[in-house]
């Protein structure tokens, strides 16, 4: 135990938080895990509330608007989540003496550098989801600059809920082949390695061997869609080259979608924190327990 205080778990109800109780309660922690019913992050005034109620030592916000597409054209409703919900968090740790780790996106960066984007690299987002995270970052970088933690994290997958890999899993089904794209670069990232880095920097934190700032929470190493479909394949036990690549320009979406997507780890090693593991090495491990997941609730 780090702490005698509870860890306070916000967007309770969703896969990255799941991951995040699950590893909190494997270390003993108290938690206080609050979904969207019982904590409406737009509402200022609960929000200060459930912190002066549960004085929490650390604050993990895993709520967000995440909808990329639907953000393009409600901007505003995004915003309330994703920018005025941390912004109220951060109002309410710095009135409490919390601790928060925000997790943010890789959506906040053009997406047109050609290596690693480090920490303190220039944001510049392409859509209005980029947008609205980024301002979730100022406001609790402005407003917590000695306990406000912002982890941003990239194609993240897990068990619960939607994502890349059980939809994978569910085509390769359902189609002889697939059109992956094959033109846009970032890290697979398994929500349940994020959870134990953000165990690990809450810790941190609160021994103080962790400054306050921006840290990139994301898997090792690179690939495109495309070599990660080839990868769930090869899991799958069924023939990577029934995936075929293709352009973004086949995929046309409300919202681009930045084209490389590769972050740089230095705060975390520089933390004495060690990042997430290659993301093969990582898909590995959580294939079958997510693939039980998918045939359970989509059985042939």
Same mark, same amino acid.
């Given at each position: 135990?780090?702490?005698?205080?509870?860890?306070?778990?916000?967007?309770?109800?969703?896969?990255?938080?799941?991951?995040?109780?699950?590893?909190?309660?494997?270390a003993?922690?108290?938690v206080?895990?609050?979904?969207?019913?019982a904590?409406?992050?737009?509402?200022?005034?609960?929000?200060?509330?459930?912190?002066?109620?549960?004085?929490?030592?650390?604050v993990?916000?895993?709520?967000?608007? +995440?909808?990329?597409?639907?953000?393009?054209?409600?901007?505003?409703?995004?915003?309330a989540?994703?920018?005025?919900?941390?912004?109220?968090?951060?109002?309410?740790?710095?009135?409490?003496?919390?601790?928060?780790?925000?997790?943010? +996106?890789?959506?906040?960066?053009?997406?047109?550098?050609?290596?690693?984007?480090?920490?303190?690299?220039?944001?510049?987002?392409?859509?209005?989801?980029?947008?609205?995270? *980024?301002?979730?970052?100022?406001?609790?970088?402005?407003? *917590?600059?000695?306990?406000?933690?912002?982890?941003?994290t990239?194609?993240l997958?897990?068990?619960?809920?939607?994502?890349?890999?059980?939809?994978?899993?569910?085509?390769?089904?359902?189609?002889?082949?697939?059109?992956?794209?094959?033109?846009?670069?970032?890290?697979? +990232?398994?929500?349940?390695?994020?959870?134990?880095?953000?165990?690990?920097?809450?810790?941190?934190?609160?021994?103080?061997?962790?400054?306050?700032?921006?840290?990139?929470?994301?898997?090792?190493?690179?690939?495109?869609?495309?070599?990660?479909?080839?990868?769930?394949?090869?899991?799958?036990?069924?023939d990577?080259d029934?995936?075929?690549?293709?352009?973004?320009?086949?995929?046309?979406?409300?919202?681009?979608r930045?084209?490389?997507?590769?972050?740089g780890h230095?705060?975390?090693?520089?933390?004495?924190?060690?990042?997430?593991?290659?993301?093969?090495?990582?898909?590995?491990?959580?294939?079958?327990?997510?693939?039980?997941?998918?045939?359970?609730?989509?059985?042939?």
């Amino acid at each position: 135990m780090t702490d005698d205080r509870p860890w306070l778990v916000t967007g309770a109800g969703g896969m990255l938080a799941q991951d995040v109780l699950g590893r909190l309660a494997e270390a003993g922690e108290q938690v206080v895990a609050l979904d969207r019913a019982a904590l409406d992050l737009t509402d200022r005034a609960a929000v200060q509330q459930a912190l002066e109620l549960h004085r929490p030592a650390v604050v993990v916000n895993c709520a967000a608007w +995440t909808a990329v597409d639907d953000a393009e054209t409600r901007e505003a409703e995004a915003l309330a989540i994703n920018g005025d919900g941390p912004a109220h968090l951060a109002a309410a740790c710095a009135s409490t003496g919390t601790v928060l780790l925000h997790v943010s +996106t890789d959506y906040v960066f053009a997406g047109d550098a050609e290596e690693p984007y480090a920490e303190d690299a220039p944001t510049a987002p392409r859509s209005a989801y980029g947008r609205t995270k *980024l301002a979730g970052e100022q406001a609790v970088l402005k407003t *917590l600059p000695e306990h406000g933690y912002v982890v941003r994290t990239a194609w993240l997958y897990g068990t619960g809920g939607p994502n890349f890999v059980r939809t994978m899993i569910r085509l390769a089904g359902e189609r002889e082949t697939l059109d992956v794209v094959n033109d846009q670069r970032g890290q697979p +990232t398994w929500s349940a390695d994020l959870a134990g880095l953000l165990l690990a920097l809450g810790c941190g934190a609160l021994a103080g061997t962790a400054p306050a700032g921006v840290y990139h929470g994301t898997s090792s190493g690179e690939t495109t869609w495309y070599g990660f479909t080839r990868e769930i394949f090869r899991l799958l036990g069924t023939d990577p080259d029934r995936v075929r690549p293709t352009t973004s320009e086949a995929f046309v979406r409300p919202a681009p979608r930045p084209a490389y997507s590769v972050l740089g780890h230095d705060r975390f090693r520089a933390a004495g924190i060690e990042p997430p593991r290659d993301w093969r090495a990582a898909l590995a491990e959580a294939f079958p327990e997510i693939h039980r997941a998918q045939t359970k609730e989509n059985p042939a």
